[in-house]
């Protein structure tokens, strides 16, 4: 299992603003309309049975409602760093035996820009037999790749990093979730960004991250991230 929570986090590194100061490049990233300008696509046994849906929070309804019956709390993310407030609805990736992929293109200046998402593992899928991968990348930069029987469920993580692009042009963001067979673990999503700037946290705040994570028996892997695209 791979955890990654990344920041570029370097000697004399300088945090140049906050995120919050900046708008959302990402167009509906935190899903509070549905899918919209965001594409999909999937392949496998449950697919297009089921397929990535928004949900609305704190919903005990049964899918497509909802998650199963389990009342998913509203993202509350340890230095989560989106300019978006909490909204009504997630991201709900769930299938069994499948492949499903979100992504999203974003035509990006050159420059600094920060980048995150928030993901949760539910309880019921963390207890299903089968497991299931997340992968979440924006404008090239891997910030999360992990399975759900891997970490702590029933609680947010934040994952966010810096990238510099070199070239102005389209960068894309996507997430890729693939699960094993019946019946398979899940994944929420929410908050997705892009900001112009570098905002990443302290180093003081990312030491008490990773308190958090070792608390929760999650296994956390920090790495550079400044990239060039």
């Given at each position: 299992m791979k955890l990654i929570a990344a920041a570029a986090?370097?000697?004399?590194?300088?945090?140049?603003?906050?995120?919050?100061?900046?708008?959302?490049?990402?167009?509906?990233g935190s899903f509070?309309?549905?899918?919209?300008?965001?594409?999909?696509?999937?392949?496998?046994?449950?697919?297009?049975?089921h397929m990535a849906v928004v949900i609305p929070y704190n919903s005990s309804a049964?899918?497509?409602g909802g998650?199963?019956?389990e009342p998913i709390p509203p993202d509350n993310a340890p230095l989560s760093g989106s300019p978006d407030p909490v909204g009504n609805n997630a991201l709900y990736f769930v299938a069994d035996?499948?492949?499903?992929?979100?992504?999203?293109?974003?035509?990006?200046?050159?420059?600094?820009?920060?980048?995150?998402f928030d993901?949760?593992?539910?309880?019921?899928?963390?207890?299903?037999?089968?497991?299931a991968t997340f992968d979440g990348s924006i404008a090239g930069v891997n910030?999360?790749?992990?399975?759900?029987?891997?970490?702590?469920?029933?609680?947010?993580?934040?994952?966010?990093?810096?990238v510099n692009i070199a070239t102005a042009g389209p960068q894309t963001a996507a997430f890729t979730y693939n699960s094993g067979p019946a019946p398979a673990a899940d994944f929420v999503v929410d908050r997705a960004y892009i900001v112009a700037g570098n905002a990443v946290p302290e180093p003081a705040s990312w030491a008490l991250m990773i308190v958090g994570f070792g608390a929760a028996g999650a296994m956390l892997r920090r790495r550079q991230v400044t990239a060039t695209a």
């Amino acid at each position: 299992m791979k955890l990654i929570a990344a920041a570029a986090v370097a000697a004399g590194l300088v945090v140049a603003g906050s995120a919050s100061a900046s708008g959302n490049l990402i167009s509906n990233g935190s899903f509070e309309s549905g899918t919209l300008d965001w594409t999909y696509s999937g392949s496998g046994a449950d697919v297009p049975g089921h397929m990535a849906v928004v949900i609305p929070y704190n919903s005990s309804a049964n899918y497509p409602g909802g998650a199963f019956g389990e009342p998913i709390p509203p993202d509350n993310a340890p230095l989560s760093g989106s300019p978006d407030p909490v909204g009504n609805n997630a991201l709900y990736f769930v299938a069994d035996a499948s492949t499903e992929s979100l992504s999203q293109t974003v035509n990006l200046n050159t420059g600094f820009y920060t980048i995150g998402f928030d993901v949760y593992v539910p309880f019921n899928g963390e207890r299903n037999s089968g497991d299931a991968t997340f992968d979440g990348s924006i404008a090239g930069v891997n910030l999360a790749h992990f399975s759900a029987h891997s970490v702590a469920a029933g609680q947010w993580f934040a994952f966010r990093g810096v990238v510099n692009i070199a070239t102005a042009g389209p960068q894309t963001a996507a997430f890729t979730y693939n699960s094993g067979p019946a019946p398979a673990a899940d994944f929420v999503v929410d908050r997705a960004y892009i900001v112009a700037g570098n905002a990443v946290p302290e180093p003081a705040s990312w030491a008490l991250m990773i308190v958090g994570f070792g608390a929760a028996g999650a296994m956390l892997r920090r790495r550079q991230v400044t990239a060039t695209a």
